[in-house]
């Protein structure tokens, strides 16, 4: 069975500062990889996602997120945090020839100071 | 185009109550998915539905929790003789194909509170 694994649950950062949540995922074959963000408060939304092509995939708000197959990895970047980052992080995984359903990653809550 | 409605937005039950969640997909849709989340331990699948089908409730406990998705209407999740367990944000999300490419649509979800 896949699952995904987001080591940093819980990450501070002051504003500028550069970011980037990892997220492994465990399925060697052929994968579809998302990352989702939730505001505080608000429902969970797609921030980008990787089916194939180009590893550097490019995201909403400056978000982006390099697929590293030999590392099984889909780790989100950016460059300068803001403030209204703050939220709590998903990565996703579904495979081909595996389940419709998404396996979600714990989540990584991030907050950034002003 | 409105996106996907959950009601209640929260809900107190005592323990032995019924707990009834709704989810309407976005327009278009006919897939839905209930997840559930528990603090520190993210999103957990519980059942995929489509129109008066239930695709896969692996995730479901296998007592006192129930989904469907009427012709009609909006998909309910039911927790019967809740207990302080069902505590949890749960969450529904709508995508119009069965694609594992497929992004899923998420509610703002029903935060359940048993006391």
């Known amino acids: 069975a896949q699952s995904v694994s987001q080591h940093n649950h819980h990450v501070i950062l002051s504003e500028a500062a550069s970011l980037e949540l990892g997220c492994n995922y465990s399925?060697?074959?052929?994968?579809?990889l998302f990352w989702y963000v939730q505001y505080p408060g608000q429902h969970l939304q797609l921030l980008l996602k990787?089916?194939?092509?180009?590893?550097l995939v490019k995201g909403i708000k400056g978000f982006e997120a390099e697929f590293i197959k030999s590392k099984f990895s889909f780790n989100l970047r950016k460059p300068s945090v803001q403030w209204s980052d703050t939220a709590e992080y998903f990565c996703?995984?579904?495979?081909?020839?595996?389940?419709?359903?998404?396996?979600f990653g714990r989540g990584t809550s991030l907050i950034v100071h002003p | 185009n409105a996106g996907v409605m959950q009601n209640p937005r929260h809900l107190v039950r005592r323990r032995g109550q019924e707990a009834r969640l709704r989810c309407s997909p976005m327009?278009?849709?006919?897939?839905v998915y209930w997840y559930r989340q528990l603090p520190e331990e993210g999103l957990k699948f519980m059942v995929y539905l489509q129109k008066e089908n239930i695709i896969d409730e692996s995730g479901m406990p296998k007592e006192r929790f129930s989904a469907e998705f009427p012709k009609e209407g909006p998909s309910i999740l039911r927790i019967q003789q809740v207990v302080r367990g069902d505590s949890a944000a749960y969450f529904c999300?709508?995508?119009?194909?069965?694609?594992?490419?497929?992004?899923?649509?998420f509610g703002p979800g029903t935060r359940l509170l048993v006391l």
């Open positions: 399925y060697g074959g052929t994968v579809n």
């Open positions: 990787y089916f194939s092509g180009d590893p």
């Open positions: 996703a995984v579904t495979s081909s020839g595996g389940s419709y359903i998404p396996t």
């Open positions: 327009k278009g849709h006919s897939h």
């Open positions: 999300a709508s995508s119009p194909y069965r694609d594992r490419k497929e992004t899923q649509y």
